[in-house]
C-alpha cells in the first residue's frame, strides 16, 4: 500500500488518513471492485468518511494510471483494475467475474485490428473481451 500512496503523492496528490482508507481498501478487495464495492469496504473499517471521498480518491488514482477503470457494461458497470500494464481483461456475460490475460501477442493484436479498421489503437489501454467463463460454460 505505501507503494501506491508514495505514487499518488508523487502525482501532486495529498495523502490523507481518508485517500489511505480508500486505498487500503481498494487494494483488500482485490479483482477488480466497483466503487460500490470499495465504498462498502471503507464504511466496514471507517464510518465516517463519505462517499464522494471514496470516488473522487478512485478518480485520483485513475487520472494517474495508477489504476484503470473499466467500462464494462451492466449495473455496477465501472470496475477497477490494479493492473495497469497491456493485457486483456476477459468477462464472463454469465456471472460477471473478471480475468486478466497478459500475453505479448497484444500489440500485434491491436495492430492488426487497427490496420482493418483504420482506428489507431491504443495498446497500452488493453482491451476487454466477453465469453462464458469455465464454470458457467459447464452449466
Known amino acids: 500500500m505505501n507503494s501506491l500512496l508514495a505514487r499518488l503523492e508523487a502525482g501532486g496528490k495529498r495523502v490523507t488518513a481518508q485517500r489511505a482508507a480508500v486505498c487500503e481498501a481498494l487494494l483488500a478487495q482485490g479483482g477488480h471492485p466497483t466503487a460500490a464495492d470499495v465504498w462498502g ?48 481483461n476477459v468477462v464472463c456475460t454469465g456471472c460477471g467475474a473478471i480475468a486478466d490475460v497478459h500475453t505479448d501477442t497484444l500489440e500485434a493484436l491491436l495492430g492488426l485490428v487497427g490496420a482493418r479498421s483504420g482506428y ?20
Open 120 to 139: 489507431r489503437l491504443a495498446p497500452q489501454d488493453g482491451i476487454i473481451v466477453y465469453g462464458l467463463c469455465a464454470d458457467c460454460a459447464a452449466r
Open 41 to 88: 469496504r471503507v464504511q466496514e473499517l471507517h464510518p465516517s468518511i463519505s462517499q464522494a471521498t471514496v470516488y473522487n480518491t478512485l478518480g485520483a488514482l485513475v487520472d494517474l494510471n495508477l489504476v484503470r477503470a473499466l467500462d464494462i457494461g451492466g449495473e455496477d458497470h465501472v470496475h477497477y483494475d490494479m493492473c495497469v500494464d497491456p493485457h486483456v
